[in-house]
């Protein structure tokens, strides 16, 4: 079975910031995160959802664009409002939750988090 693709590309132009790309329904759903990555469970950071983007993005890198991780995401729980979700990366598997705040999104760092390997 052939599991959906994720991947971070981190930016330095015009702004350093992330995009987390998630694949659902064929597409590469997004969301600059300008802050990068949660570094821990109390601290959210700001994702603001963008464009979708095709699939063949995923392995896509510029001179001003590079993949900070990519793998595979597991969805785990889904409500009109967040999704939780893990992402099975090139060090290890991560549990976040993306919350809709009804104007931009907030991504969470889980406190539970899946057993390392």
């Known amino acids: 079975m052939r599991r ?3 991947v971070l590309h981190e930016h330095r132009r015009p702004q350093p910031h ?3 790309r998630l694949e659902e ?3 590469l759903k997004s969301w600059a995160v300008p802050k990068g990555m949660p570094p821990d469970s109390g601290t959210d950071r700001l994702a603001v959802a963008v464009d979708d ?3 063949g993005h995923a392995t896509y890198t510029d001179a001003d664009k590079d993949i900070a ?6 969805l785990e729980d889904r409500t009109q409002k967040r ?13 976040y ?3 809709d705040t009804g ?12 057993p390392t390997r």
């Open 18 to 20: 992330f995009d987390l």
């Open 103 to 114: 104007s931009d999104w907030l991504l969470h760092l889980t406190k539970d988090q899946p």
């Open 53 to 55: 983007h095709a699939l």
């Open 97 to 99: 939750a993306l919350i």
């Open 69 to 74: 991780d990519t793998g595979w995401w597991e």
């Open 4 to 6: 959906p693709v994720f």
């Open 83 to 95: 999704f939780v979700f893990v992402l099975h990366g090139r060090t290890g598997a991560r549990r």
């Open 25 to 27: 329904d064929g597409v």
